[in-house]
């Protein structure tokens, strides 16, 4: 289309103008919407990649030991009942948590390196209770030299 008059040209550019404003007004709102998604997914913790878990776990094609050989360390070292099995990074090295019931009904969790299969600790739910009931105790002992 070729312009009459100048008043015509004047018209095709602010057209044109306004059609290029309106493109880049556009573009900075969904480059906006994106970037705080990005961001408050990031603020969240959560990843955008997803995850199984929101803990330390790791996939088993990244250590060695199969779940199944983990299980036999673990039942040679207590005696009991799989509960549950976890693949976690702890401290910077992958282990196998297997939770174990005895027959009196009480818990054992024994962490097994999962690439060489070091057993690492062998927990009892007294254990656990004791610690727990330890750190109570230093929480209380704290707060009361805070009181003083």
Known sequence: MVPNSRSEATKLMESKSRTTIGAV???LTLLAVVGSGVAFAQGTGSSLV???DD???IPA???TLSEQEA???ATAEANGTVNEVELENEG???VYEVELVTTNGSEIEVAVHADDGTVL???TEDDEDEREEEEMDDDDEYEDSDNE
């Open 25 to 27: 007004v556009v573009a």
């Open 61 to 63: 094609s990244n250590v």
């Open 50 to 52: 997803s995850d199984v």
């Open 121 to 123: 600790e062998t927990e």
């Open 71 to 73: 299980i036999d360390i």
């Open 55 to 57: 803990d330390d776990s």
């Open 92 to 94: 910077g090295a992958p």
